[in-house]
């Protein structure tokens, strides 16, 4: 008994930046309908393609899982609407850049950064004798 291995192809297309540009709007209608405002919020950042994997930018961690639970469905939706073969969905997680400086928030903090930044901030507060009395 031999067991013959049959691959049915489903005659599609490849999936391209133009196919996804068409169809992109319909899935983020798709999610608007359903009222899923935080899905729609990874849906409006950068959508790309590369080859056969299309990738989709989260903004740290709460997007990813986010991310992760809808993407079966985006794929669903993108082979439906653009009848297109088999492709791939990845993530690119950025972080959001945590300011290096440290806040300033007394007045005091904030003239000495300018006072840093413009040196004659610095000088105008020497000639003219200027104290700060915050």
């Given at each position: 008994?031999?067991?013959?291995?049959?691959?049915?192809?489903?005659?599609?297309?490849?999936?391209?930046?133009?196919?996804?540009?068409?169809?992109?709007?319909?899935?983020?209608?798709?999610?608007?309908?359903?009222?899923?405002?935080?899905?729609?919020?990874?849906?409006?950042?950068?959508?790309?393609?590369?080859?056969?994997?299309?990738?989709?930018?989260?903004?740290?961690?709460?997007?990813?899982?986010?991310?992760?639970?809808?993407?079966?469905?985006?794929?669903?939706?993108?082979?439906?609407?653009?009848?297109?073969?088999?492709?791939?969905?990845?993530?690119?997680v950025k972080e959001e850049l945590e300011s290096e400086r440290n806040?300033?928030?007394?007045?005091?903090?904030?003239?000495?950064?300018?006072?840093?930044?413009?040196?004659?901030?610095?000088?105008?507060?020497?000639?003219?004798?200027?104290?700060?009395?915050?």
């Open positions: 008994m031999s067991e013959e291995v049959v691959e049915v192809k489903v005659e599609g297309r490849d999936l391209t930046q133009e196919i996804l540009d068409e169809v992109f709007p319909q899935v983020k209608e798709h999610f608007q309908k359903l009222g899923k405002s935080m899905e729609l919020a990874i849906l409006g950042q950068s959508v790309k393609i590369k080859m056969d994997v299309v990738i989709l930018e989260v903004m740290g961690h709460v997007q990813e899982e986010l991310a992760l639970k809808m993407k079966p469905e985006v794929i669903r939706i993108i082979k439906e609407l653009g009848s297109v073969n088999h492709f791939k969905l990845e993530l690119e806040k300033l928030y007394t007045s005091t903090d904030k003239f000495n950064f300018l006072k840093g930044k413009h040196a004659a901030l610095g000088e105008f507060q020497r000639r003219f004798g200027l104290e700060t009395d915050f």
